[in-house]
């Protein structure tokens, strides 16, 4: 089990860029495979991207491929979800994830959770 910390949210115009990062706790964190999800007021939680432990395999949702990338360093411990040409749907709240099998898109399938942080995209 591995205890997350999610940073680097904010508010941004649209067309801009925020980088959010997730510093994990645990020994073991280079056997997970990590991902964030985020949720907007009332919508379901939804997968956003996932990146395999040793950082070579990577999933994106179709709604922000081509502008997130997804990226992690087991050396810090940490993942990062790097967010360019931001539009106002992609507000919500970003949580990081971890679980120690292969990436799902479920959240349902991650044990383990951060406590979000808010990214807001004005238009």
């Known amino acids: 089990q591995v205890q997350l910390v999610e940073s680097g949210g904010g508010w941004v115009q649209a067309g801009g860029s925020l980088r959010v990062s997730c510093a994990a706790s645990g020994r073991t964190f280079s056997s997970y495979t990590m991902a964030w999800f985020r949720q907007a007021p009332g919508k379901e939680r939804e997968f956003v991207a996932a990146?395999?432990?040793?950082?070579?395999?990577?999933n994106y949702a179709d709604s922000v491929r081509g502008r997130f990338s997804i990226s992690r360093d087991n050396a810090k411990n940490t993942v990062y979800l790097q967010m360019n040409s931001l539009k106002p749907e992609d507000t919500a709240v970003y949580y990081c994830?971890?679980?120690?099998?292969?990436?799902?898109?479920?959240?349902?399938?991650?044990?383990?959770w951060g406590q979000g942080t808010q990214v807001t995209v004005s238009s």
């Open positions: 994830a971890g679980r120690g099998g292969v990436t799902s898109y479920s959240p349902k399938l991650y044990n383990d």
């Open positions: 990146i395999g432990g040793s950082g070579l395999r990577t």
